[in-house]
């Protein structure tokens, strides 16, 4: 009521629109200054600085839209929230998405521009309802202004090309994908842009272990972007590095240290409010306490994990988290409840937009099945299951699929 009455009388006074330009103009500074500390050794500092700011980042981007002469000023305080690393792009990409999409659309972004070509690229960045053939198009647009524009804009064409080549890695396109990352890792390392070099060699290091299963090239690319991300000392980043190794160390079975890593990450993901990198952390924790025989402990991780992955609404990743969950209950000798996690996961499967889904862990199903069978006592049964699960794996990987991706779902 104190506020709709102040409202009311700035409105009478006839400085409205004079306060709300300040208003403006305050929010626009103070976002870009946030959107370069969000890169750097203060970056928990202002994240949280700027989200007790997110009301009046919407009320300057509302007055922004919809006043004449200031759009250009809310397509600026769009930019700084929804960037590459900005922190609408990770915590709020709907909102992000739509506020992008009416940037691209105002008179003050001209074709070509490299205004126009950072609006693409930021089109695309985390939002994970666009399909595939959208973000490419968006992606190839942005790349091409970018070439054009030459040396002045080489960085951010850097960026296209990681985040292009990134995707087109995993749409059997591995050669130009490889390619287009190996050229942004030479323009960051010229340009002396640690954070951009750290994040591409976290992607490069995933990539390989995912796709190639090449764990070894994979550790080495994980070492030099977490030197880079220590000079830059932004702790999110270091954290996603952090987590990386933990995951290589559980993979190969030194579960102690995997635990070392990666409980220090989720600690640091935990504390930026990152949910979808926490989850993952506490996932792979509760296999190395399983490779470590604590089921009990394994079991507390793995239902901390499910409960973020439910609260993001992130239903893919819940599959394995479930199928994990229910594996460790089954340990624990509670049939029932392993029986009833499996069903959840195969459910879930069916729910989601990736048509792969269903055929995966539909075969995961019927080795958790085999795995409750034989603790039932039920040998005979087990083995035939566990025959069937064989096959389709030995047929997956006969077309092509890498048995780390296969073994990460």
């Known amino acids: 009521t104190i506020r709709q009455y102040g409202c009311e009388k700035l409105l009478e006074s006839g400085e409205g629109d004079l306060v709300r330009r300040r208003h403006l103009e305050f929010c626009l500074e103070f976002a870009e200054r946030g959107d370069r500390e969000l890169r750097g050794p203060r970056s928990l500092e202002w994240t949280r600085r700027m989200e007790q700011e997110n009301d009046n980042f919407r ?3 509302e007055y922004a839209f919809s006043a004449e002469r200031v759009g250009d000023k809310g397509v600026g305080l769009i930019l700084a929230l929804a960037g590459f690393s900005g922190l609408w792009s990770m915590r709020y990409w709907k909102e992000a998405n739509f506020w992008l999409e009416k940037a691209l659309e105002h008179p003050a972004v001209l074709p070509g521009s490299a205004l126009h070509a950072t ?7 985390f939002v994970g309802s666009s399909p595939w053939e959208k973000q490419r198009l968006l992606l190839e647009e942005s790349l091409a202004i970018f070439e054009l524009l030459g040396e002045s804009c080489r960085v951010e064409r850097a960026y296209v090309l990681m985040w292009l080549g990134h995707h087109l890695n995993y749409h059997d396109e591995r050669e130009r994908g490889l390619g287009y990352m190996q050229e942004a890792l030479r323009i960051f390392e010229a340009s002396g842009d640690k954070w951009g070099l750290g994040f591409n060699l976290n992607l490069l290091s995933w990539m390989i272990f995912m796709l190639d299963g090449d764990m070894d090239t994979a550790w080495a690319l994980a070492e030099q972007g977490l030197a880079a991300a220590r000079v830059c000392g932004e702790p999110a980043l270091i954290a996603v590095m952090l987590s990386d190794f933990g995951c290589y160390k559980v993979r190969k079975g030194n579960y102690s240290e995997g635990q070392d890593y990666l409980i220090e990450s989720v600690a640091i993901q935990k504390a930026f409010g990152h949910k979808d990198f926490a989850c993952q952390d506490l996932r792979f924790l509760g296999d190395a306490a399983r490779g470590l025989n604590d089921y009990e402990k394994a079991e507390g991780f793995y239902r901390e994990s499910l409960a973020m992955v439910q609260d ?25 409840q392993a029986l009833s996690l499996f069903k959840e996961a195969l459910a879930v499967a069916y729910e989601v937009t990736n048509p792969e889904f269903p055929r995966f862990i539909a075969f995961y199903f019927l080795e958790c099945i085999a795995a409750a069978l034989a603790v039932q006592g039920e040998a005979e049964s087990a083995a035939r299951l566990y025959g069937v699960f064989d096959a389709q794996v030995e047929a997956l990987l006969a077309e092509g699929f890498s048995r780390s991706l296969l073994f990460d779902a």
């Open 119 to 125: 609006l693409l690229f930021d089109c695309t960045v």
């Open 312 to 336: 993001i609404g992130w239903l893919s990743y819940g599959i394995g988290v479930r199928l994990s969950l229910g594996l460790t209950v089954l340990h624990q000798g509670d049939v029932q």
């Open 59 to 61: 009320a300057a981007l």
